[in-house]
């Protein structure tokens, strides 16, 4: 199949080749074929402990698609399915799991990597992304146990970091109420502002109070993404994307990692969020009058004040989010960390409250704004794409 030679060996035909996949087959079977092909020789091992993105930014594609026409979503897709086929190859290709997939076993996994903040989270991200992907592959056997034998290797690859869970776990062993309340805006926004203020042993305790409360998840997601807002906005340039990793954690821990079972994730969570250094701002940006506009123009001229401003002019941030996705197709991902569409797809993944939406808009605007890139691959993949394309057969 042209398709997987291409994914093999990708050289100056291979959005050619995707171009005729897309048309023959569909996009969900360019990315199956990705992910089983790809996956076992990817050097995982060579990358610790970090980690390439472009199998992370595949499905981060997938949950932006349907924000996106036809075709930006093919655009983008093609650029993370080049991503993925560039990254480093490991001498040997990996075996896939001899276990077939099933949703028990990730879920297994997943609760393994909740304690283990190595490389800020990565592991339980990697879980949750793995579990995700089978799941819009159709649950397919081969893409399954390729997904299976990569997050198992994730999960239990060295290091491991389990500093900032133990001391929490501490704090709770007298126990938490079995009931839980909605305690609102100005609770989320006070736990919001405290966070910033305290060290990391100081936290820890405020966390453990505040859990003691019994504050509904909406309220705790609520309050973290508040502070990983204000983290965000006091980022310097060079840090924007690692400080964005916050919004991807914290999309996990929302709707994947079992937060009720190990609620010493959200201490994790809360350091991950205070781990990132920020400017101090003279004045407070979220009460100043927004305005409409071009967002996507402010955005792509690299304007990151008018692009915050113009994303807290929406009065619905879903309308913002738009934009947004449509912002990360236009250009090539830096380094293959893909964290524009990681960040923009843990927003659409994961609701927040009015207050809390609003905010991260227009966090991520900014972010994006101070972000951009080259679109080489971008327009190979345009020049590729010429004449129809069907979505799907």
Request: a negative charge; hydrophobic letters at 45%.
């Amino acid at each position: 199949m042209p398709w997987v030679e291409a994914l093999k060996n990708p050289d100056g035909d291979f959005f050619a080749a995707y171009s005729a996949a897309l048309k023959a087959h569909g996009p969900m079977a360019c990315v199956e074929a990705a992910v089983i092909h790809l996956t076992p020789r990817v050097d995982w091992a060579g990358y610790l402990p970090g980690m390439p993105h472009g199998l992370l930014g595949l499905d981060a594609a997938l949950e932006l698609r349907p924000l996106l026409s036809e075709r930006r979503f093919h655009r983008l897709l093609g650029l993370q399915l080049h991503a993925f086929a560039m990254e480093g190859r490991a001498k040997r290709r990996a075996k896939p799991s001899s276990e077939a997939a099933t949703e028990a076993a990730f879920q297994e996994l997943l609760a393994q990597a909740a304690p283990d903040m190595a490389n800020i989270g990565h592991k339980a991200v990697a879980a949750a992304t793995a579990s995700r992907l089978w799941q819009r592959l159709g649950q397919g056997e081969d893409a399954g146990r390729a997904l299976l034998a990569w997050a198992r290797f994730v999960v239990m690859a060295e290091p491991v970091d389990r500093f900032w869970n133990v001391r929490m776990a501490r704090r709770l062993e007298s126990g938490l109420p079995s009931q839980t309340r909605v305690l609102g805006e100005a609770w989320q926004q006070a736990f919001a502002e405290s966070m910033d203020e305290l060290g990391l042993v100081a936290l820890l305790d405020q966390v453990a109070e505040r859990l003691r409360e019994g504050p509904s998840t909406e309220d705790l997601l609520a309050a973290l993404s508040l502070a990983a807002c204000d983290k965000q906005l006091a980022a310097t340039r060079d840090l924007e994307g690692k400080t964005a990793w916050n919004f991807v954690y914290l999309a996990a821990l929302a709707c994947e990692l079992p937060a009720r079972e190990q609620p010493e994730v959200w201490g994790q969570a809360a350091a991950l969020v205070n781990f990132f250094p920020a400017e101090a701002w003279l004045n407070d940006p979220w009460s100043e009058i927004s305005t409409t506009g071009d967002l996507l123009e402010a955005i792509l001229d690299g304007e990151p004040d008018r692009a915050l401003e113009r994303a807290l002019g929406y009065e619905d941030p879903a309308e913002a989010l738009k934009i947004l996705a449509e912002a990360t197709c236009l250009n090539d991902p830096g380094f293959n960390h893909a964290m524009q569409i990681l960040a923009v797809a843990s927003a659409v993944r994961c609701p927040l409250p009015p207050q809390a939406a609003r905010r991260r808009v227009g966090a991520l605007a900014k972010f994006l704004a101070n972000t951009q890139g080259q679109d080489y691959f971008g327009r190979q993949v345009e020049r590729a794409l010429e004449g129809e394309v069907p979505s799907e057969l």
